[in-house]
């Protein structure tokens, strides 16, 4: 019997699940035998996870048989220890981020395997689950909301070398909160008391991401001016992209599949007078090929936002969260997991997994393999 293993997160506030106790009652059903570590911080309680066929457990992945396989969401905590468990999860070590050859080395010191989320492509190379929609309905969202909360700063204090700063977020009851408490920001920001409209530039328009933030400002009661761009008018357009600058806010959604030509540098925003904020939703500031050259860490719930440094005449500030989706949990973490769950089957039960997971594994070797020769 092929034994899953559900690991709790790591990472600090992250609610979603890749598997809920839907999917699991399936795979209970199909023969698979499912091991959940109890967390008091998941969207779906443990209970549901019990009712659903699945063994609770208060043991960590560390020590479950090594022919479980461990299934995860974000990064694991930091460590020197080897690891011999084959895990299922976003690691973020494939695109020469920060910290990728500590976690390879790992991989490769105790033999363990890892397939990408990231990475689990179908046959036409599109990515067969992915939180995308809802991190950029989500990083809409903060933009706007980051875009009101500084400008009632500026109409309060001025521009200074400090702001009030942003609250710390929590997640929403669901999308129908977060939009309304968007609509009541606004209403009572400088924007609407000044009856200007507000100006959205996004990028990456096209794909999920874009299209979750472009459906999230859609739900909007606010008068707006959204210039969406994709791939046509991003090559079409000098570099660093001067029309950003007649924004408020700028919502990067591009996947970052290789490197290209930064949008926004230092030297751009320094002839700023009105952008505001950057919601980079795509979030790959310690990756080598970032285009968003400006800022070099991913920002958090508790501190959402960071002044870009040297942008003092006009403060421009970066919203740079790395798991937005957390911030709606049940509802992205329901889609995903039943885009996910054919694939994750297939994994569990079937004698001969898809070329699904064949390729994933094969990039992960690639990358274990680049790691180790470049160290």
């Avoid at 809802?134 to 809409?140: I, M, R, S």
């Amino acid at each position: 019997m092929q034994n899953l293993w559900l690991r709790k997160e790591d990472k600090k506030d992250e609610k979603r699940v890749p598997v809920t106790p839907r999917e699991v009652f399936d795979l209970v059903a199909s023969g698979v035998k499912v091991t959940v570590e109890r967390s008091n911080y998941r969207c779906f309680a443990d209970k549901d996870y019990a009712s659903a066929g699945a063994v609770l457990t208060d043991k960590s992945w560390q020590s479950a048989p090594l022919s479980a396989v461990v299934l995860g969401l974000k990064e694991l905590n930091e460590s020197g220890v080897p690891i011999a468990h084959t895990h299922i999860y976003f690691s973020h070590t494939f695109k020469g981020q920060e910290g990728a050859q500590l976690t390879l080395s790992r991989f490769f010191r105790g033999g363990g395997k890892i397939y990408d989320l990231e990475f689990l492509l179908d046959n036409t190379g599109k990515r067969v689950a992915a939180f995308g929609y809802w991190a950029g309905f989500v990083g809409a969202a903060l933009g706007v909301l980051g875009a009101s909360h500084f400008a009632q700063a500026n109409q309060d204090l001025g521009w200074q070398d400090s702001f009030p700063p942003f609250p710390s977020l929590r997640a929403f009851a669901d999308r129908a909160a977060m939009v309304s408490e968007v609509n009541i920001a606004l209403e009572n920001s400088p924007f609407a008391r000044n009856c200007g409209s507000l100006r959205i530039m996004l990028m990456g328009a096209l794909g999920r991401c874009g299209h979750g933030a472009k459906d999230f400002l859609d739900n909007l009661q606010f008068p707006m001016e959204i210039s969406s761009w994709d791939l046509t008018e991003f090559n079409n357009a000098d570099k660093p992209i001067t029309e950003i600058l007649k924004n408020d806010v700028f919502i990067n959604c591009v996947y970052l599949r290789e490197k290209i030509t930064p949008m926004i540098t230092h030297s751009l925003l320094a002839r700023n007078s009105r952008l505001s904020v950057i919601s980079d939703v795509s979030c790959d500031p310690t990756s080598l090929n970032n285009p968003i050259p400006i800022y070099d860490s991913v920002t958090t719930l508790e501190n959402p936002f960071v002044r870009v440094k040297g942008t003092t005449n006009f403060p421009v500030h970066v919203q740079a969260i790395d798991h937005l989706p957390t911030l709606l949990p049940r509802e992205s973490s329901e889609e995903y997991s039943a885009l996910l769950f054919p694939y994750l089957k297939n994994f569990l039960v079937s004698d001969h997994p898809t070329a699904t997971w064949r390729d994933a594994l094969t990039i992960f070797e690639k990358s274990l393999s680049d790691c180790m020769r470049t160290n």
